[in-house]
């Protein structure tokens, strides 16, 4: 299902719910995964060139927070309007230029260990 976030980050913050409630993505079957995403994608055509150029789609899994107002243990994947220097970018994202520096070569060694 699909529902208005609030609190919202932007006006147009949806959030895309599986109806079973589940806490760990990875436990969502193929056939929950296609209708979320088939959801997400209706609600991204509905959004761009109304309320955004573009959207984003995040889904967190944060099991060391306390459940809250603000963290829900249930799987929930977020799709924002965004737009060039949108409200979202210019009270956090223009400040994270620093984390998308290039990884060296040993960071990426180390990373793709984890991996294999």
């Known amino acids: 299902m699909v529902i208005l976030s609030n609190p919202r980050k932007m006006p147009g913050h949806f959030l895309v719910i599986p109806k ?4 760990k993505p990875w436990e969502l079957r193929p056939d929950e995964l296609s ?7 209706f609600i991204e055509k509905k959004i761009i060139g109304k309320l955004g150029e573009g959207c984003d789609i995040r889904q967190n899994y944060r099991p060391f927070l306390k ?3 603000l963290k829900v243990d249930h799987v929930h994947f977020h799709i924002y309007p965004r737009y060039f220097e949108d409200y979202l970018y210019k009270v956090s ?6 984390l998308f520096t290039d990884l060296d070569e040993s960071d990426q060694e180390e990373i793709a260990k984890l991996l294999t």
Request: aromatic residues 16%; charged residues 40%.
């Open 35 to 41: 209708d979320i995403f088939e959801l997400i994608f």
């Open 20 to 23: 079973r409630h589940i806490e």
């Open 67 to 69: 459940q809250s107002r």
């Open 93 to 98: 994202e223009q400040f994270e230029t620093d």
